[in-house]
């Protein structure tokens, strides 16, 4: 009888020991289980943390984006802008050139025009038939048949010669052809009757060298006037 109940009390100990043990491997799976649950609690946290970051990272990059292609956009319109006024400048700078240079050639044609086409006969057409007038003036051409003469600016003046007309340069008897351009003439001259052309009586020059003036001498000849023109 004792022995019997000394084995349940033994076993009885040994089942107290047993449940000791479980309950001390439950009590350390039950803290490691604790401590798993805060490390995955920490864990989210700061993958929220790191979430929310990406997240406003995300959205300044964005923003920053938008800012960049605003600002590339206004570059690209001041740009375009200030090309199409340099292009309306320099459009206007030509137009203003083109102009400019359009008076400059209609001045010079007008002034050719003036020295290859002579304004009609000055003061002498004016007066009696038969009276004879006198005129000083520079020599714009001579030759033998006309002397076209301008005196201060006024209106150019054809002189019709002829055999009878009194040719003298520097007070010699000479041609009409020895008169060189840009000599200084005082002529005489009557208006014909017939023809209402001035028909000069008297010729006296006075010779003055201008270089650019007179057209250059064929080889042999020493004045201009000894070429005589074609008949």
């Given at each position: 009888m004792n022995e019997q109940l000394a084995q349940a009390q033994q076993r009885t100990e040994s089942a107290?020991?047993?449940a000791r043990q479980a309950q001390e491997q439950a009590s350390k799976q039950q803290e490691q289980a604790a401590s798993a649950q805060q490390d995955l609690h920490e864990k989210?946290?700061?993958y929220q943390e790191a979430q929310a970051?990406?997240?406003t990272a995300s959205q300044e990059a964005r923003q920053a984006q938008q800012r960049a292609q605003q600002l590339a956009q206004q570059a690209r319109q001041e740009a375009q802008q200030a090309q199409q006024e340099a292009q309306q400048a320099q459009r206007q700078q030509s137009e203003t050139l083109a102009q400019q240079n359009q008076q400059a050639r209609q001045q010079t044609e007008?002034?050719?025009q003036q020295s290859q086409q002579p304004v009609a006969v000055a003061p002498a057409p004016q007066a009696q038939e038969g009276t004879e007038q006198q005129i000083v003036g520079e020599v714009l051409s001579a030759n033998d048949d006309e002397l076209l003469l301008?005196?201060?600016g006024e209106p150019q003046l054809r002189?019709?010669?002829s055999p009878q007309t009194q040719v003298t340069v520097d007070g010699r008897q000479a041609s009409a052809g020895d008169i060189q351009e840009g000599s200084q003439?005082?002529?005489s001259y009557r208006t014909d009757a017939q023809s209402g052309e001035p028909q000069a009586v008297r010729i006296e020059a006075t010779s003055q060298v201008q270089p650019t003036a007179p057209a250059a001498p064929e080889s042999g000849q020493s004045t201009p006037g000894s070429q005589q023109p074609t008949q």
């Open positions: 107290f020991g047993s989210q946290q700061a970051q990406a997240h007008q002034l050719r301008s005196s201060q002189l019709q010669l003439v005082r002529a």
